[in-house]
């Protein structure tokens, strides 16, 4: 492999696995198609289409299927008769000839998962058939920490082997590090989610449950009904599947969530909807609007004296957008408390939810996308929550 076809495997090599080319031809003019022109254009193409198909499987990171699955590919973009992938442990995976060799390369590559130095070594053995008798060994590091090794055999000494191994592991270990970057995004959304299921109010539930009891003599149908809505609301806040449901799906349970309350203040509560159908399907962060409708509950009729509230809430086709409203006539709040809660330090549990809601918002579509909020003392609070109609990556569960 020259030196050119492996500069342009790591600058372009993951723009490529995103991108999805397809590689190995060329549209010439009139529609018309051709191979690929001089031999080097040819090299070059064909090194880059193998690393993207080497690049999704390390993607799961570094583990005995992904290695299987990658071992292969790798090979045959450094041009090698064997080659092996290990973790700080074991072999993950081996591809070529000479798979005994396997046996002892932990021994060998002891030093180097240590210094995260590579290191070249002889590697004969007692078969006269076999062609492997050097083998060069370099690391695959994530955020200098070395994972493990990307190992190399060949019949005799190769300098150019011995570059391209090193180039290869250190595109192997973006790989890795792309999917160390995904399973930290993974565990700090379902962090952000516990945080939302922890601040739906005990008080909340308790208070449901005792609204539910006091029909159970009175109104047994209406008993049954409210039980049936508290178990969806439920089973749909503790979900354990999905990022990402659709603004129908949160709508459905804000309605649930509504009748608990309503069944504990009655006509106190007054509640207005306008949803365009068309947005229905749109999808969005899980738990999302939940909080927010929380919040107007609560400004409205919690405040010591509160006697009705009027709730309203919007979803609306805003072109590329759908845009969703939650306006209340409660208690308001004061514009820099509010700020200072959007920054973070409203204390332990004061607007957790407009706060989490509003970063996962930014994390996921942008800092474009962040809550807009406008209220005041006395004067109600209208949330506004705006989200792409389709966004790669964002599907609803």
């Not at 499987?57 to 290990?86: I, Q, V, Y």
């Not at 995260?116 to 590697?123: C, P, Q």
């Not at 007054?270 to 399907?281: D, G, H, N, R």
């Amino acid at each position: 492999m020259s030196g050119s076809a492996l500069a342009v495997l790591i600058t372009l090599g993951p723009l490529l696995v995103a991108g999805g080319f397809v590689l190995g031809r060329r549209t010439a003019p009139h529609g018309r198609t051709s191979d690929v022109g001089t031999p080097v254009e040819h090299a070059t193409f064909e090194t880059l289409h193998t690393a993207s198909l080497a690049a999704p499987p390390l993607r799961a990171g570094l583990t005995e299927e992904s290695a299987r699955k990658a071992a292969r590919r790798l090979r045959s973009l450094l041009g090698t008769d064997a080659l092996c992938l290990t973790d700080r442990e074991r072999v993950l995976a081996w591809d070529g000839t000479g798979d005994h060799h396997g046996a002892r390369v932990m021994e060998r590559i002891g030093a180097l998962l240590e210094s995260g130095r590579g290191t070249a070594f002889a590697d004969a053995c007692d078969d006269l058939d076999c062609p492997q008798r050097w083998a060069v060994a370099a690391p695959l590091t994530v955020d200098h920490r070395v994972l493990g090794t990307l190992v190399a055999y060949a019949p005799r000494e190769s300098a150019v082997l011995a570059r391209a191994v090193g180039e290869v592991a250190r595109w192997v270990s973006v790989q890795l590090e792309l999917a160390e970057l995904d399973r930290s995004r993974t565990r700090l959304i379902e962090a952000e989610i516990r945080a939302l299921r922890a601040q739906i109010s005990p008080h909340f539930l308790f208070n449901s449950l005792a609204a539910i009891a006091s029909f159970v003599r009175t109104d047994p149908a209406r008993a049954r009904e409210l039980l049936l809505e508290f178990a969806d609301f439920t089973r749909y806040s503790f979900r354990s599947h999905g990022d990402f449901t659709t603004l129908a799906d949160e709508l459905h349970s804000i309605d649930q969530y509504l009748a608990l309350v309503r069944a504990r203040f009655g006509e106190r509560l007054s509640v207005t909807l306008q949803i365009a159908p068309e947005v229905l399907p749109v999808a969005m962060p899980f738990l999302c609007l939940q909080p927010l409708v929380e919040n107007a509950v609560k400004h409205g009729l919690e405040g010591a004296d509160a006697t009705a509230s009027r709730i309203t809430i919007s979803a609306l086709d805003a072109g590329a957008e759908a845009e969703v409203v939650i306006e209340d006539d409660g208690v308001g709040m004061e514009p820099d408390r509010l700020r200072r809660i959007l920054r973070g330090e409203g204390g332990a549990s004061t607007g957790i939810g407009l706060l989490n809601v509003d970063e996962r918002l930014r994390q996921v579509y942008g800092d474009a996308y962040g809550l807009v909020i406008e209220t005041g003392v006395g004067a109600g609070m209208k949330i506004t929550v705006r989200v792409p109609k389709y966004r790669a990556g964002v599907h609803g569960s």
